[in-house]
C-alpha cells in the first residue's frame, strides 16, 4: 500500500524543513524522524573535542619540557599524567560546555527571562564541572591500583593526556547539547547526595551522628564548606529545575487567570523551598547563637512549605495523578508521625529525626518535581487519519 502523508506546516517546521526523512520501527512505535537526527549532537560533538585535547596535549608537553620531567608518573602529587590531565581536562571542558551551551538552539527552555537564564546557565556549568572533576578524580584513583608505579617519557605522556581530555570534552559537549529536564534532575540528585556523603566521610569528628545531623555544618566539623556549599548549590539546581517547569508554561503562553494564578502560587511556592535550603547552608546551627535559630526557621519553613504544596495541590494542578496524591498524603503522615516522635514521645534523636526527614523530604521534592514535569507537559500530539484515498492526514490533537 502507497500512502501519501500530509503534515502541518507548524510540526513541518519543527522536523527541520527536510524533503527526506527516516522511519524507524522500535518499541512497537514506528518513529518517522529527519535523518540522523538521533546522531547530530554526537556528531558536534565529536567535531569540536579533538581541538581543545590536542592543544591540551601540546600544553602538556610544554609544561614537562620546561620543568626538566624525564619521567612522568601515570599518578602523584608532582607532574604527573593524572594531575595534568585532570587540570586542563577541568578548564577545557568548562570552557568547551559554556561555549556549546551558548550555542545549543533551545536555551531558552530555562526561561525567557535574561537574568534566570544567566543564573541557571552558570549552575548548569558549575555542576557539570564539579561532576567532571569527580570523574576525573574516581577514575585515576582507580588506575592507580591498576597500574603502580607506571612511568612515560613525555611524548606519551602527552598523547595519554590528549586521549583523557578528548574523553572529559566529549561528555561536557555532549552534555551541553542534549541538556534535558531527566538530566538535571540527575545531577541534582548526585551533587545533593555526594555532597552530603563527603561532608560524612571528610569532617573531624567521626562521632558527629551522636550529635546531630547539621553538626557537619558547623564549624567543629572541620570541613563545614562542603556541607554547607552542598546544600546551597543544591538550592540552586533545584531552582533551575523549577523555572524548567514553569518557564515553558507561565513565562512563554498566554493563561487564563485562573490557571495563571495557580502557576504562579506553585512556582513561589518551590522557590521559597529552595530559599528556605539555601539558608539552611548559609545559617550555622550553633548552639546558643542567633544563628541556631535563623538555621532551625529555614528547616522549619522547608518542612511547612512541603506540607503547604501537599495539602493544595490538588487543586493548583488538576492533573496530577491519583497514585502521586496517595503518596504524598504518605508522606505528610510521616513528617507528622517523625515529630510526635521526637518532639512529642522522644523516642527517635535529634540526627534520626533530622536524617530521616531530610531523605523523605528530598525523595518527594525529586517525585513532585517529575510529577509536576508530566503533569504541565504542553508537548502537542499528533492524530493520524487515514482517508479512502490513501491518504495518511496528520493534524494536531485537541
Not at 569527580?134 to 607506571?150: P, T
Request: with cysteine; aromatic share 14%; hydrophobic share 55%.
Amino acid at each position: 500500500m502507497k500512502l501519501n502523508i500530509q503534515i502541518p506546516d507548524e510540526l513541518y517546521n519543527k522536523i527541520g524543513q527536510t524533503s527526506q526523512f527516516e522511519a524507524v520501527f522500535e518499541s512497537n512505535s514506528l518513529v518517522i524522524k529527519p535523518p540522523n537526527a538521533t546522531n547530530l549532537s554526537q556528531n558536534m560533538s565529536l567535531r569540536w573535542t579533538l581541538v581543545p585535547a590536542l592543544i591540551s596535549a601540546i600544553i602538556a608537553f610544554i609544561i614537562f619540557q620546561t620543568n626538566q620531567v624525564r619521567l612522568v608518573s601515570l599518578v602523584s602529587d608532582g607532574f604527573s599524567v593524572s594531575e595534568v590531565a585532570a587540570f586542563l581536562g577541568v578548564i577545557s571542558g568548562l570552557i568547551s560546555f559554556m561555549i556549546s551551551m551558548l550555542v545549543r538552539p533551545h536555551i531558552t527552555e530555562l526561561s525567557t527571562g535574561r537574568m534566570t537564564r544567566v543564573r541557571n546557565f552558570f549552575t548548569l556549568t558549575i555542576a557539570h564541572t564539579i561532576l567532571l572533576y569527580a570523574f576525573y578524580s574516581l577514575f585515576f584513583y582507580v588506575i592507580d591500583f591498576a597500574f603502580i608505579g607506571a612511568k612515560f617519557d613525555p611524548f606519551t605522556a602527552s598523547w595519554l593526556i590528549l586521549i583523557f581530555v578528548a574523553i572529559g570534552n566529549f561528555s561536557m559537549i555532549y552534555a551541553a547539547l542534549t541538556i534535558t529536564f531527566a538530566r538535571i534532575t540527575t545531577i541534582f540528585s548526585l551533587t545533593t547526595i555526594g555532597g552530603l556523603f563527603l561532608s560524612m566521610i571528610t569532617n573531624a569528628n567521626p562521632n558527629w551522628w551522636q550529635i546531630n545531623f547539621s553538626f557537619l555544618g558547623t564549624q567543629n566539623a572541620g570541613n563545614k564548606w562542603q556541607f554547607n556549599l552542598t546544600l546551597i548549590f543544591s538550592s540552586l539546581l533545584m531552582l533551575t529545575l523549577t523555572d524548567y517547569i514553569f518557564g515553558d508554561i507561565i513565562d512563554k503562553n498566554k493563561l487564563v487567570r485562573d490557571r495563571y494564578i495557580k502557576l504562579t502560587i506553585l512556582r513561589v511556592l518551590f522557590s521559597l523551598i529552595c530559599t528556605s535550603l539555601a539558608l539552611i547552608g548559609t545559617f550555622e546551627n550553633v548552639a546558643g547563637s542567633w544563628l541556631h535559630t535563623a538555621h532551625n526557621f529555614a528547616a522549619k519553613s522547608m518542612v511547612a512549605l512541603m506540607l503547604v504544596i501537599i495539602i493544595l495541590q490538588k487543586w493548583l494542578v488538576p492533573k496530577i495523578s491519583k497514585e502521586f496524591l496517595i503518596l504524598s498524603y504518605a508522606f505528610a503522615g510521616f513528617m507528622i508521625a517523625l515529630i510526635v516522635l521526637f518532639m512529642g514521645v522522644h523516642y527517635i534523636s535529634l540526627t534520626a529525626f533530622e536524617i530521616l526527614g531530610y531523605g523523605f523530604g528530598f525523595t518527594w521534592l525529586v517525585l513532585c518535581l517529575q510529577n509536576l514535569k508530566i503533569a504541565f507537559s504542553t508537548t502537542p500530539t499528533y492524530q493520524l487519519n487515514l482517508t479512502p484515498d490513501n491518504k495518511l492526514i496528520v493534524s494536531e490533537k485537541n
